[in-house]
Nanobody
Framework: QVQFVESGGALVQPGGSLRLSCAASGRIFSRYPMAWYRQAPGKQRELVAGITSGGITNYADSVKGRFTISRGDAKIMVYLQMNSLKSEDTAVYYC???????????WGQGTQVTVSS
């Protein structure tokens, strides 16, 4: 079972930027449609951004114009560039195949993003 490993989370001030990376722990078809999700305390996990094998992207309204998802090379499946961060972006961020259910065994530990002054 492939699992994804997220990295790049940190404590950052409002208005700051971060870039998250997502790698796969095992061999996986590199052209799966991929997505970033996030889960804030007390809330359900939500889709943040997705990208198809052909590079078509989709974003949650709350991050449009601030976040950019892009595909990586053979080692990194997908990146998430986050600019103009807000306190409401604070969450644990996860990557997975776009459309994965909560029951999927490929969810990783996520990476914590905290936006605070």
């Amino acid at each position: 079972q492939v699992q994804f490993v997220e990295s790049g989370g940190a404590l950052v001030q409002p208005g700051g930027s971060l870039r998250l990376s997502c790698a796969a722990s095992g061999r996986i078809f590199s052209r799966y449609p991929m997505a970033w999700y996030r889960q804030a305390p007390g809330k359900q996990r939500e889709l943040v951004a997705g990208i198809t094998s052909g590079g078509i992207t989709n974003y949650a309204d709350s991050v449009k114009g601030r976040f950019t998802i892009s595909r990586g090379d053979a080692k990194i499946m997908v990146y998430l560039q986050m600019n103009s961060l807000k306190s409401e972006d604070t969450a644990v961020y996860y990557c997975n195949i776009w459309g994965s259910s909560e029951a999927s065994g490929s969810w990783g530990q996520g990476t914590q993003v905290t936006v605070s002054s």
